[in-house]
């Protein structure tokens, strides 16, 4: 069993960053294929990046996703954010170490950080 707790998001206007951070609880964190997901208002959730280079399309560059296996933390550099950036985004584990963005492939989920862009 894996438990996830995510941290740093905010409120930030365009243009700014913020780093998301996810803490994973866990003696076998680094087997874990791990990877953010968001969610706006009234949407479907939708990915945003696995470990270590897989990333969603929309990013073009924008988003970084890294990880520590020594402090069991995966992390999510935002930059250049804009308005549509604003959902709520969650960390998510695989026990599988197949990279894919499909949310059902993810089996432990942590409860989201709200990230609200301002213009």
């Known amino acids: 069993q894996v438990q996830l707790v995510e941290s740093g998001g905010g409120l930030v206007q365009a243009g700014g960053s913020l780093r998301l951070s996810c803490a994973a609880s866990?003696?076998?964190?680094?087997?874990?294929?791990m990877a953010w997901f968001r969610q706006a208002a009234g949407k479907e959730r939708e990915f945003v990046a696995a470990?270590?280079?897989y990333y969603a399309n929309f990013m073009k560059g924008r988003f970084t996703i890294s990880r520590d296996n020594a402090k069991n933390t995966v992390y999510l550099q935002m930059n250049s954010l804009k308005p549509e950036d604003t959902a709520v985004y969650y960390c998510?584990?695989?026990?599988?170490?197949?990279?894919?963005?499909?949310?059902?492939?993810?089996?432990?989920w942590g409860r989201g950080t709200q990230v609200t862009v301002s213009s």
């Open positions: 470990s270590n280079t």
């Open positions: 866990g003696r076998t964190f680094s087997t874990y294929t």
């Open positions: 998510a584990a695989a026990e599988s170490p197949v990279v894919t963005s499909r949310p059902s492939r993810y089996d432990y």
